[in-house]
């Protein structure tokens, strides 16, 4: 992970969502770093990603130090996304001061309106975020653990597969 989270924003971006992923919590320092640093772009997405799904206060007060950096209209949807998903599952309020009416998040959609980027609702970002947890949490939890006797596996393990599945085949082809 150390050599994909060093390398450009693709790599990074591919890291934070393997992060996210296996919930590798030890990487959160590294995460929080390069969120706040954002020497790259578009690879935030990914590290909002991961915090979401680490889930604690921590990681709601390091999106709440990276949303007023209204100098970088790339990563801040998922932001404010993730922001909002960890305030109900924490029952905090960190992004209130974010989306009160006429406030800061209304101030940012409109000055990248006028950059020709779309609107961001506040509740279209948490339905982002909250579809992309869901999908990582329904995804990694259809191969139970314990199928190899060597390891225990997990849902990134390709030969993986519960106990009576098949692999689906291709239809043999008429000869001729």
């Not at 921590?58 to 100098?71: C, F, G, Q, S």
């Not at 309106?113 to 961001?120: C, E, K, Q, V």
């Not at 139970?144 to 689906?168: F, I, N, Q, Y």
Request: net charge negative.
């Amino acid at each position: 992970m150390e050599a994909l989270l060093a390398y450009e924003w693709s790599s990074r971006l591919t890291a934070g969502w393997l992060i996210g992923v296996d919930r590798r919590e030890r990487f959160r320092a590294c995460i929080s770093d390069l969120l706040l640093a954002s020497d790259v772009c578009y690879s935030g997405s990914a590290y909002c990603f991961a915090l979401t799904c680490f889930g604690t206060y921590a990681d709601a007060e390091i999106l709440t130090a990276y949303l007023p950096r209204t100098d970088l209209h790339y990563d801040q949807p998922a932001a404010l996304g993730a922001l909002l998903r960890l305030d109900a599952l924490l029952g905090t309020h960190h992004a209130d001061r974010f989306t009160e009416p006429d406030g800061f998040w209304d101030h940012w959609v409109k000055g990248v309106g006028r950059l020709g980027y779309p609107s961001h609702i506040p509740a279209e970002q948490r339905r982002w975020a909250d579809l992309q947890c869901e999908f990582v949490n329904g995804w990694s939890a259809v191969v139970p653990a314990g199928l190899c006797t060597s390891r225990p596996t997990t849902a990134l393990d390709s030969d993986a597969r519960p106990t009576g599945s098949t692999v689906p085949t291709a239809p043999s082809r008429p000869s001729g």
